[in-house]
Structure formats: C-alpha cells, structure tokens
C-alpha cells in the first residue's frame, strides 16, 4: 500500500484536524484499521500543503488538490517497487474529497474545492468474469441438497462477499421479514438486504430440514450461532464455500462455466449486471451490494459512462 507513516504534521491546526477526521470516520462506521490507513492519507496530503506554505485549510483551492493528484500518481511506493498503485492513489484521493465534505458539512468552508474535480476509479486489467442468468439457472439445477441452494442463493440471490458469508449467524437471517442484516460488511457497515421468496424457501428448507443433521459433527459447538455449517457442523469458511461452488459447476458439464473460473465472488458481480439488465436503477444496486461509491457498481455492471454521469447528475 505504501502508506506514509513516517509523515510528520507540524502545524497544530492541521494535526488536530487530523485527529478530527479520524474520530469523524470511526463515527461513520468504519473499522480502526481502515480509519488509521485514511488518517495517514491525510497527513501527507496536510504535510505537502506544509511545504507549499499553505497552512490553513480554508486557504486550499481546486487546482493545488489537482497537482496533489498529479504527484500522487507518481509518488514511489515506500513498500514496494515502482509508483503507488492506481487504487491505492484513487484510495488517497477519496481521502481528501471525504475530508473537505466533512469541513462544509460543519460549515467550516463555504466551497467543496473537491466538487469541481474527477478522480477516476481504477479498472482492473483482467475482465470480471460473470455468469449469464441461464448458466445461474444450470447451478441451481445441480443442487442436490437445501444446502447446496442455500449457498448460491446467499452468494447470488443475496450477493454477498465471501467474508459476510462466513460471518452470517441464524440472527441475520429473518425469514418472516424476507431480508438478510450484515452486520459486519466491507469497513465494518452495516445493511439490510432484502430476500426473494425463492431465496427465502431455501434458506427455509435448509434450516429447518437440513442443518439440525449437520449439527451432530464433531465440529459443532453450541455457542457458535452460523447459520450455515459444514459437513463436520463447524462454521463454513471462504475456501470451503469456493469448493462447493466447484462442485456444482463440475456437475452442469458445461466446459463454458468451468472456462470462466467462477468464485463466489464472480457470483455477486452476476447479480449485480442481472440486476441492471433487469432495469433495477444502478442506486439501488449500490445498495444492495453494500458500495460506498457508485463508482465500484459501475466496475460490477459494466454500465457505461454516460449512464453513470446521468445517475450521478
């Protein structure tokens, strides 16, 4: 990542909004790590206004945040070779953008220096694989168990990461009220996704069916409240739910599906483009996944940039 920790802050004003901006993102509910990572952000952006002379905040303009930009991008990497990379860069950039509308929001500035300037999100370089509605359909089809549906129905039907699969405990899951709480997403958020009825009867049948049975191996612990367990009654892990993921693709027989090299995740960047292709506005999509920049939708839909101008517009 490359993250400045050895910068040092000198005027008082600056350290102490510093430390402002660090309470700010833990009340906004993001974990300590990630509030520490834009903290050090922040104070090399407030160092480098230092050395330009710029020493109160109010005093920063739009163009002096562009050639912040300009030589972050070409900034060495203190941790690894070569210049920082672009999401760390788009990482810093967000940064300073939260921080000047924090400033307003307090009306401590009357301008968003930021509001005029486009910092563009990163683009992998290797495409994201996703599964057409049909091939979605072959999985399901391969189901043998309530188990098995249960899976692809929280990682598709609900798209949730991996990691929020692995944490989900019998309490997130509210049959009657038809919705999934995370309540530990990406930076520590928290959201209510809503089910279908379909996913809303498989969940139903596994746990109700299937899970007590599962609850007899040696791995079961009583205190341990996941929702889904695996076959030792333990609590599912990543890796696991990626080999059962395998599984049912090696059963379809369908070489195109195996071609793709389809994780769970790749399931959750599916749901997201059925969702567009259903006409479901990409908002609610950002939503529904969990994003905090529409941005991050767009890399999962593949919508173009006139559509996301006009969303944002």
């Known amino acids: 990542m490359g993250r400045p920790s050895s910068i040092i802050v000198v005027t008082e004003t600056y350290r102490e909004l510093s ?6 993102q833990i009340q906004l509910g993001y974990i300590k ?10 104070n090399e952006f407030l160092s480098w206004l230092e050395q330009k002379g710029i020493l109160e905040i109010h005093q920063v303009q739009a163009h002096q945040i562009q050639s912040y930009y300009e030589y972050i991008s070409e900034r060495p990497s203190k941790k690894e070779e070569g210049i920082l990379s672009p999401k760390t860069t788009f990482g810093v950039m967000k940064t ?3 921080l000047f ?10 301008i968003d220096p930021t509001s005029t300037l486009k910092f563009p999100y990163p683009r992998d370089q290797k495409d994201r694989q996703i599964l057409t509605q049909e091939e979605i359909n072959q999985l399901y089809e391969a189901c043998e168990t309530s188990h098995e549906r249960s899976i692809l129905s929280l990682a598709y039907g609900c798209g949730l990461r991996s990691g929020e699969l692995e944490n989900l405990d019998i309490e997130d899951i509210k049959l009657r009220e038809s919705i999934v709480i995370i309540t530990k997403g990406k930076g520590n958020k928290r959201r209510v996704v809503p089910m279908s009825s379909g996913v809303v009867k498989d969940l139903s049948d596994y746990y109700f069916n299937e899970r007590e049975y599962q609850t007899e191996g040696r791995d079961y612990r009583a205190k341990d409240k996941a ?4 076959s030792r009654g333990g609590r599912m892990r990543e890796h696991t739910y990626n080999r059962h993921l395998k599984i049912l693709i090696d059963r379809t027989e369908n070489q195109a599906i195996k071609a793709k090299e389809i994780s769970i995740h790749n399931l959750r960047h599916s749901i997201a483009s059925h969702l567009i292709e259903q006409g479901i506005p990409v ?12 941005e991050t939708t767009q890399v999962y839909t593949h919508i173009n940039q006139q559509q996301l101008k006009e969303l944002i517009e």
């Open 283 to 294: 908002e609610q999509v950002r939503q529904f996944l969990g994003h905090s920049q529409l």
């Open 101 to 110: 509308r924090m400033l307003q929001a307090e009306r401590a500035i009357t």
């Open 227 to 230: 929702f889904i367990l695996n």
């Open 96 to 98: 300073i953008e939260h």
């Open 19 to 24: 430390n402002k901006y660090y309470k700010y």
């Open 33 to 42: 790590e990630t509030c520490r990572t834009r903290q050090l952000y922040l």
